[in-house]
């Protein structure tokens, strides 16, 4: 799925420096690391643990969470290079996309990445 402003984060070491270097906030679905980085556009990583649930149920969160942030993307583009890592709690197991919506806003917000 192509981003209008955005790429995702795929390499281990580029969730590691995020995780490092970066501030996190949490709600109670959602954990996200957020880090300026040095390119032209904003980066989202999605990261489900096997905690969560079976394939179909992290396939299923990470695809509400991408669509949420890809209908919203125009509001994080204020800041337009941040590398962002979105963690799903266990909690999210069964949440729906109102829910994913809201957190995933919430913490935008938090972060004051949000207009």
């Known amino acids: 799925m192509k981003y209008k402003y955005s790429q995702s984060l795929k390499k281990y070491i580029d969730f590691q ?9 949490a709600n109670k679905y959602l954990v996200m690391y957020v880090m300026e980085n040095d390119q032209e556009m904003n980066r989202l990583g999605i990261s489900v643990s096997k905690k969560v649930g079976n394939s179909v149920v992290r396939h299923k969160i990470t695809r509400l969470i991408r669509e949420s942030y890809r209908l919203h993307e125009e509001m994080f583009m ?7 890592v979105v963690i799903a709690r266990n909690s999210a197991s069964s949440i729906s996309y109102a829910e994913t919506e809201s957190a995933l806003l919430h913490l935008a917000k938090l972060h004051g990445i949000c207009k």
């Open 17 to 25: 420096h995020v995780y490092k270097n970066g501030k996190s906030f």
């Open 78 to 84: 204020s800041n337009s290079s941040l590398d962002m």
